[in-house]
């Protein structure tokens, strides 16, 4: 049986943590993954799935990201901050993945 020593410790993901001493975003919110990764891949085309109610790349790839970083959609008045490395990734992916 192994000792609880050779057990590592659960590590937190990402933006999961407590809010930083100014208390705006969770500790290690802005620790995303590099441009091309699965995660921007991936909402980059679940930006696609609004396009129904307006097809504007800008906004659909940040409703995205807000879901993906709050986890929720925006409400009408909603002035919480995203990731902006995180927003401008998606949409270049989106971007890069749409017919010339």
Do not use: K
Not at 22 to 35: K, M
Not at 67 to 74: A, D, F, K, N
Request: charged share 25%; with cysteine.
């Amino acid at each position: 049986m192994p000792s609880r020593q050779d057990t590592p410790e659960p590590q937190p993901t990402p933006g999961s943590g407590p809010p930083d001493p100014q208390g705006q975003e969770p500790a290690g919110a802005q620790n995303h993954e590099p441009a091309g990764s699965a995660l921007i891949e991936q909402l980059a085309r679940e930006s696609r799935q609004f396009d129904g109610t307006g097809a504007d790349p800008e906004r659909n790839c940040w409703l995205v990201v807000h879901r993906h970083h709050h986890g929720v959609l925006p409400s009408e008045y909603d002035i919480r901050e995203i990731p902006e490395d995180l927003y401008l990734a998606v949409l270049a992916a989106r971007r890069a993945s749409e017919p010339s």
